[in-house]
């Protein structure tokens, strides 16, 4: 059901003292335009899939000890269907050894990618160390414990040389923020081999959209902030139930006022998910129909994608609350990247390509929603004032705050919002071009680039973007998104076409050079 939120706005630019009455918001766009779906169906796709991957062809040759576990069929834009697989060697998930296979909707096989890593053959797979004992090991990487889960042995792919490893989950604290560690224990040495964190902290500012209409649930005296046509989407505090209310209209324009807050944060994630589903061809935030809750009036100075949900803060001086569109859909392009192949991979480079997913998933949302409270921009928590220095991050240029514009070798220790810069600045490059014209902004090219790139348009970037994500492996670097990239924006506009050239320039612009085996832009 949709009914009217009543919501008047509060316009904090650099004053938190300014209350405006904004008009009413426009219906939300293409609220009532049908699915996107692919041709074809996904029993077609799979059994199409699953044939490439028993007839091993192109990239999905494997070791007679080595099988592949199809885990999810996922529809897309262009009529495709991207099939994920995990790998196993002799019985045992291979962390790393990860594939997608790319199928039309007549059926027809038109790529494969696998995540790259050496043979796991010879690897022992028995365990000396117990799993007990690595989750001892494992909880070592935390300074407080919440929760544990039984590990998992695996074969690790990732590193130089494939080993036996205990994936355990442990949760809690680190740093004074949430973390969820998976921690990869050597199971013969117990040394810790490799770890990520699923916890994904942004920054964000505080927006208000006026009086908007959000997906509610309800009748009669009994209402809730479920949303009930996206499901799995819904907003509360921090127990994790949604918000309850007696009638269907919610919020009072405060900044301090938390059900308003979740006013804005269902607004922007359902911007979102409708953004997903008419320019990507995208069912849902993962893909396959459903969402993640939000949560609101989290005590600190910041948000979080925790993995399973969202979660919000506030700005340093406590007037607003971190859920304007770019915040909101930045945490959500975090459970995109998480639920699209290959899953989140470990290393700043990879945490890197997740932010900068964070980061463009919010660009593209707010151009989506094109709500005259938040102009489409390329700037991150651009009117937050988070901590009273304005944006957090600049996409156009990156280094304007600090971080770094081009790729070198130093990014795979860089730290992971700063590690998206390069990424940030490609998305601009391409979408923009580096002298877009019309008031927008010039963006620098790397030294070594080429001498100009010409814009696709915001929305064709996106697509091409998506397109790459829908062909992630979990070791995913910059040099693997240039390459999908360059594989999405043929398969969507063909090899002869300004979309090829134009990708192509845009990763030359931020120093990603082209592979040799790079199919050419004929
Ligand atoms: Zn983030």
């Not at 196993?88 to 494969?112: C, E």
């Not at 991979?345 to 390509?353: D, K, P, Q, V």
Request: net charge negative; with cysteine; proline share 5%.
């Amino acid at each position: 059901m949709k009914f009217r939120a009543l919501l008047t706005a509060v316009v904090g630019i650099t004053t938190a003292t300014t209350t405006l009455a904004l008009p009413a918001d426009a219906a939300p766009p293409g609220a009532a335009q049908p699915q996107q779906v692919a041709a074809g169906d996904p029993a077609q796709a799979a059994a199409a899939a699953d044939k490439a991957v028993s007839s091993q062809v192109d990239e999905l040759t494997r070791g007679p000890d080595e099988s592949y576990n199809r885990v999810a069929v996922t529809p897309g834009a262009s009529e495709m269907y991207y099939v994920s697989y995990e790998r196993t060697y002799k019985g045992l998930p291979m962390v790393g050894g990860d594939a997608v296979v790319v199928v039309d909707g007549a059926g027809k096989v038109r790529d494969t990618v696998a995540a790259t890593g050496p043979s796991p053959r010879g690897v022992a797979t028995t365990a000396t160390i117990s799993a007990e004992q690595a989750t001892e090991t494992a909880k070592t990487r935390l300074s407080r414990v919440d929760d544990t889960a039984a590990p998992r042995l695996v074969v690790l792919a990732w590193g130089e040389q494939p080993v036996l490893t205990w994936e355990a989950v442990v949760s809690g604290i680190l740093d004074g923020k949430p973390s969820i560690q998976h921690v990869f224990v050597d199971a013969r040495t117990g040394k810790i081999a490799d770890s990520y964190d699923l916890v994904r902290a942004g920054t964000g500012n505080s927006y208000y959209y006026g009086q908007v209409t959000i997906g509610t649930s309800g009748s009669g005296s009994s209402y809730s902030l479920t949303d009930t046509s996206r499901p799995g989407i819904q907003c509360g505090g921090q127990n994790g139930s949604a918000y309850t209310g007696t009638d269907d209209t919610w919020g009072n324009s405060s900044g301090t006022n938390l059900e308003t807050a979740c006013v804005d944060a269902l607004y922007s994630v359902q911007r979102e998910w409708d953004m997903l589903r008419d320019w990507l061809g995208r069912n849902g935030i993962n893909g396959n129909g459903r969402g993640f809750p939000a949560r609101v009036g989290l005590n600190a100075v910041n948000a979080y994608w925790t993995g399973s949900y969202t979660n919000f803060g506030h700005n340093q001086a406590n007037t607003q609350q971190a859920t304007p569109i770019d915040v909101v859909a930045h945490e959500f392009g975090h459970a995109i990247f998480q639920t699209t192949p290959g899953g989140a991979g470990s290393g700043n480079e990879n945490g890197g390509l997740n932010e900068a997913t964070g980061d463009i998933f919010g660009a593209i949302t707010e151009a989506y929603a094109a709500n005259s409270n938040d102009p489409a921009d390329y700037l991150v928590g651009e009117e937050v004032n988070l901590v009273g220095q304005g944006p957090i991050r600049n996409m156009y240029n990156p280094s304007a705050l600090g971080d770094p514009n081009c790729y070198s070798s130093s990014i795979p220790s860089t730290e992971v919002h700063a590690a998206a810069g390069p990424l940030n600045h490609w998305f601009y490059l391409l979408a923009e071009g580096n002298n877009p014209g019309g008031g927008k902004p010039s963006s620098p090219i790397c030294s070594g680039g080429p001498s100009s790139v010409t814009g696709v348009g915001i929305q064709t970037a996106a697509k091409i973007f998506m397109g790459a994500l829908n062909r992630k492996t979990s070791s995913w670097r910059y040099a693997n998104v240039r390459a999908a990239s360059v594989a999405a924006a043929i398969e969507l506009y063909g090899a002869n076409s300004a979309q090829c050239r134009s990708t192509k320039a845009a990763w030359s612009g931020i120093n990603v050079v082209a592979a040799s085996n790079e199919p050419a832009c004929t």
